[in-house]
């Protein structure tokens, strides 16, 4: 077993992964994540985006190939390993905001803070800190319940970020956002990222959302490429144009 290069926190070699049912999601993918680097991984809908930012967070166990965090082997650990990993260096952002509806805006964004056994008053203030940089402060005591939806994703970026993990894994943060408010939230979240030495694996097929990463690779139907062109789709068109690529070797 070959251990991956020095300055990589995040590090995947030849992964494979089927769905339940059979289909292919990730066929031989491999790169390497430098430390407080942030990756976007783009590529359209159904390229295989979530599957990779799932096997390398170890929210997936890795079926054929191999994911190294710091030199240490994910592939190789077990369930309650790898959730421990998860709640002590990784952070997540789903694309759909997700917050405990008992507790109000601040205590979800605390709540990974708590888990780790950091006190209610550090945990809260850390929380009240980033509800603000997300301009909801405000809403800081409300449940999520009482929030839109674009400010319930907020909590979540908010709640990610609130324990400075070593890794950020943020699958299309800010797919529920206007355009106004996507802006705002990935500059705090790109801004926080570097000053706080955060490596960000960051899914998107938005090329203005890659754009804001040190470096973007691509996926098409599973396998990493080199370049993928999409045409352009009009707001009201749904389906996706077919996509061209090359192939990276």
């Known amino acids: 077993m070959e251990a991956p290069p020095d300055n990589d926190v995040l590090w995947a070699r030849a992964l494979h992964f089927q769905h339940h049912d059979g289909s292919p999601a990730l066929c031989g993918v491999s790169l390497g994540v430098r430390e407080s680097e942030i990756l976007a991984v783009s590529g359209p809908r159904g390229s295989g985006k979530t599957t990779l930012l799932r096997c390398l967070s170890g929210l997936a166990p890795v079926r054929r190939g191999e994911v190294w965090f710091n030199s240490v082997p994910v592939h190789t650990m077990g369930a309650l390993t790898r959730e421990r990993l998860r709640r002590d260096r990784f952070g997540w952002i789903d694309p759909v905001p997700s917050l405990v509806p008992e507790l109000n805006a601040w205590e979800n964004a605390a709540l990974p803070l708590m888990l780790r056994g950091t006190s209610r008053r550090r945990a809260k203030r850390a929380a009240l800190e980033w509800l603000e940089r997300l301009d909801i402060g405000d809403g800081a005591r409300k449940r ?106």
């Open 144 to 249: 999520p319940h009482q929030l839109k939806q674009a400010e319930r994703q907020r909590v979540c970026i908010a709640r990610a970020l609130a324990p400075a993990p070593s890794v950020l894994f943020a699958d299309e943060p800010t797919a529920p956002l206007h355009r106004a408010d996507r802006a705002h939230a990935l500059r705090t979240l790109t801004t926080a990222a570097r000053s706080h030495g955060i490596t960000v694996v960051l899914a998107t097929h938005d090329p203005d959302t890659a754009a804001l990463a040190d470096r973007t690779v691509f996926l098409l139907d599973g396998r990493r490429v080199q370049t993928v062109h999409l045409p352009p789709v009009s707001e009201t068109t749904e389906p996706e144009g077919r996509a061209a690529c090359s192939l990276s070797v």
